[in-house]
């Protein structure tokens, strides 16, 4: 599945009108075009929101850059599947961003004010439920959400419906006993979900080899009896082909466990500084392969954007982002009056 060749091949046409590649099974160009557009106003605001916690307004962030890829990749296979539901984990930004979340409704909870769709401004940023959105994440708590996961495909199949579910961790949740946990649970009952690991190789500043001997998270997967595979989480279409598969099978036939192999490019969050344990010069050889980047040569080489679209991409972007930034900064933090409210039950 995720270890085939990309179904890509180069188009003849750089105009951006005309592409003749061939196009990953139920995908469009227009499909690429969109969820680049998503891509760069995901990087746009995560940029922004680490600024802004420089300059005092937003108090802690855990960056999406450089993982981008394997989120937006899995998001385009659920989204083009349809009824899907995501257990996202605390740097999933950009997922949540494309997904839909608004620059506006972002920036607001980055910042703490009442019109954080999550919290009203009160959660850790973008922590609560996005029903509209099919997300949950309740909780920073480090693999809490894998069998907050489980135990929702376990409530789908009861009710009949055909929901796949998406949780997303880091590699060091693989080391808590809720991974073994949900993972023997789901495999018992044959659930449909689809276990996620963004893989950076870091456990806040705890590199892979300390923490397994084991070279893939995938390779777990077998003790449970389970499919599991390793993808180039670098690499979005590649992201969303294994993530198309793996849909199939968990519908089907239950769990499937994708490791995706991204870089961070950032510290584990805003209060780190990641040049006390990584080497130098990995993060700079690491942003060779920054998607926003690669996805973009991809698309001109393929004839679906031209340079000049790329950049308009870009600086309109930016303007979101503007935009978005000076409506958060002037927006009212939450009222104490309804400090109680979706807290207690009347």
């Known amino acids: 599945m995720p270890r085939k060749p990309t179904t890509r091949t ?22 690429l075009v969109d969820y680049y557009t998503r891509l760069v106003q ?9 600024m802004l916690n420089r300059l005092g307004k937003v108090p802690i962030a855990a960056s999406s850059q450089g993982h981008e890829a394997a989120q937006l990749g899995s998001l385009l296979a659920a989204e083009k599947d349809g009824d899907c539901f995501l257990f996202p984990y605390y740097r999933d930004l950009a997922l949540k961003v494309a997904a839909g979340l608004s620059p506006v409704q972002v920036m607001m909870s980055f910042m703490g004010k009442a019109g954080d769709p999550y919290s009203h401004g009160r959660q ?23 069998t907050q996961s489980v135990g929702y ?14 949780v997303y961790f880091g590699d060091g949740a693989t080391s808590q006993g809720e991974t073994h946990e949900a993972m023997n649970f789901a495999s ?14 870091y456990a806040i500043s705890t590199p892979q080899s300390a923490q397994m001997v084991v070279e893939e998270v995938a390779s777990r997967a077998a003790s449970y009896g389970f499919p599991g595979f390793t993808v180039d989480g670098m690499d979005l279409i590649q992201c969303y082909e294994a993530t198309r598969e793996a849909i199939t099978h968990a519908r089907a036939q239950g ?27 990995e993060v700079e050889r690491a942003r060779e392969r920054d998607p926003v980047i ?24 930016l303007r979101s982002t503007d935009e978005a ?22």
């Open 124 to 146: 850790f940023p973008l922590q609560g439920a996005d029903l509209p959105h099919k997300i949950i994440q309740i909780s920073n708590v480090v693999a809490a959400g894998l």
């Open 294 to 317: 690669t996805f973009a040569r991809t698309l001109i080489e393929e004839g679906m954007l031209t340079q000049k679209m790329v950049d308009e991409i870009a600086a309109e972007t």
């Open 325 to 346: 930034t000076d409506v958060a900064d002037v927006s009212s933090p939450p009222d104490a009056s309804n400090l109680h409210d979706s807290v207690y039950s009347p």
């Open 10 to 31: 180069r188009a003849n046409s750089s105009n951006g009108a005309n592409s003749q590649a061939k196009l990953p099974k139920g995908l469009k160009a227009s499909d």
């Open 188 to 201: 018992i009952h044959k659930l449909p979900v689809i276990f996620i690991c963004e893989n950076n190789r």
């Open 255 to 281: 769990p499937v466990l994708l490791e995706m192999m991204v870089k961070r490019f950032m510290s584990h969050t805003t209060d780190d500084d990641d040049r006390r344990y990584r080497p130098e010069g």
């Open 153 to 166: 495909a376990l409530a789908c199949r009861m009710a009949g419906d055909e929901t796949v579910v998406l």
């Open 42 to 50: 995901a990087r746009s605001l995560d940029e922004r929101i680490w």
